[in-house]
């Protein structure tokens, strides 16, 4: 990924949108990490806040950070909702400007529930997300017992599947939900929502990693500061 400097400034500046009494939605990765931390030592400066966490990795940190945790059902609405992103499309004049692709770090199921449910939602990257165009794989978060039909129906969709190892176990990654991941080439997506739409479609398929139309802004950070995609 991108430079340290650049990610934590993104997450840095996103944490100055998070207003007193605010519900926040904690996202996954590295990059919003950096977020969680800064909010973190808001609190301990007062600021009355709490975190609904995208994995388990963004509740051990709002748990290290001292944020403290709700849940989707135990409030009336999430204010704002802070994530990562594997690739965001920069260009203004696509129709895909601000789409996403996310699950790199496979918690794309919970993420995309909570970065919906947001008022406002806010991408922190660094400048090696940006994109014209996706063309990263696309991480399906699937039921175990679905991973042969869905690569069969990705295949008849164009693209190609891939059940994503673990590094550090034998056998695939299981998310926080229990399922597996597949993650899909297309190449070149020149139509995300249809494939969004093909992919929703496909049985036994828990979510997908494109998110099209949910992000409201992307804070870039750079190597002098941050940058405001406003979509
Ligand atoms: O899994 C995700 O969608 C995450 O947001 C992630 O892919 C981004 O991770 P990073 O901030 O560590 O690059």
Redesign the pocket.
Known sequence: ??SSAA?RRAGERAAEAVEDGFVVGL???????HAIRAIGRAVDDGLDVRGIPT?FQSRQLALEAGIPLTELDAVDGVDLAI????QVVDDPESAAYGA?????????AR?KLVDTAADRFVV???PS?LTDRLHRSV?LEVRPDAHTVTADRVQALGGEPTLRDAERKDGPVVTDNGNLVVDCAFGPIDDPDGLATRLSRSPGVVEH?LFVGVADATYVGTDDGVEVRRY
């Open positions: 990924g991108g990610k996202g996954t990765g590295s990059t919003t990490a994995s994530d990562g992103a594997d996403l692709i996310k699950g790199g770090g496979a918690a794309h993420e922190v990257a660094d997300k991480p990693g």
